[in-house]
T-cell receptor, first 113, second 111 residues
């Protein structure tokens, strides 16, 4: 089954404690991205990657890092989380930059105390 | 800046009726539009898409209409069912291939 998986699905942490949210897709997609979803603000792109070792900032990259060492994986790293990073996070992938259908993961709800 | 907006944050319809969810976009260079459905606790799910060289596209119980003159996109759901209750997002892909999402419309289906 074609899918995007994320882990963990729920996470409660404290300010300053580094964390990583993993993302993996099994569709051999080149393009992957991370979004955060906040009430009234919709989906905002954090980072995206067009291929292995190629990443770029989205609209709200501050406080986040990503890496793309393998095609299937695209982890999101919060080096020093802060309460304003409490949000619902989605990983997504599509076949390429110009690819159409974008598939989303199930989401990770992060709370930073 | 470019934006994708929605006219109504919440739409309530009677089961069996047709639903129409509207979306306005501002980037005239966008050439691809998508509707997503997001159920509670889940990620957005692709419903239907349309390219800018089309005015209408139909799927199973869903139809997307594109009016480029007024930069308006709509999603029509026929014979709305309880399982259609969700938040619906429109999105546009601009010339840089970036997807821009609207804030969403919540569809409530009354039994």
């Amino acid at each position: 089954e074609a899918q995007v998986t994320q882990n963990p699905r729920y996470l409660i942490t404290v300010t300053g404690k580094k964390l990583t949210v993993t993302c993996s897709q099994n569709m051999n997609h080149e393009y992957m991205s991370w979004y955060r979803q906040d009430p009234g603000l919709g989906l905002r792109q954090i980072y995206y990657s067009m291929n292995v070792e190629v990443t770029d900032k989205g609209d709200v990259p501050e406080g986040y890092k990503v890496s793309r060492k393998e095609k299937r994986n695209f982890p999101l790293i919060l080096e020093s989380p802060s309460p304003n990073q409490t949000s619902l996070y989605f990983c997504a992938s599509r076949s390429g930059l110009a690819g159409d259908t974008q598939y989303f993961g199930p989401g990770t709800r992060l709370t930073v105390l | 800046g470019e934006s994708v907006g929605l006219h109504l944050p919440t739409l309530s319809v009677q089961e069996g009726d047709n639903s129409i969810i509207n979306c306005a976009y501002s980037n005239s260079a966008s050439d691809y539009f998508i509707w997503y459905k997001q159920e509670s606790g889940k990620g957005p799910q692709f419903i239907i898409d349309i390219r800018s060289n089309m005015d209408k596209r139909q799927g199973q119980r869903v139809t997307v209409l594109l009016n480029k003159t007024v930069k308006h996109l709509s999603l029509q759901i026929a014979a709305t069912q309880p399982g259609d209750s969700a938040v619906y997002f429109c999105a546009e892909k601009d010339s840089s291939y970036k997807l821009i999402f609207g804030s969403g419309t919540r569809l409530l289906v009354r039994p």
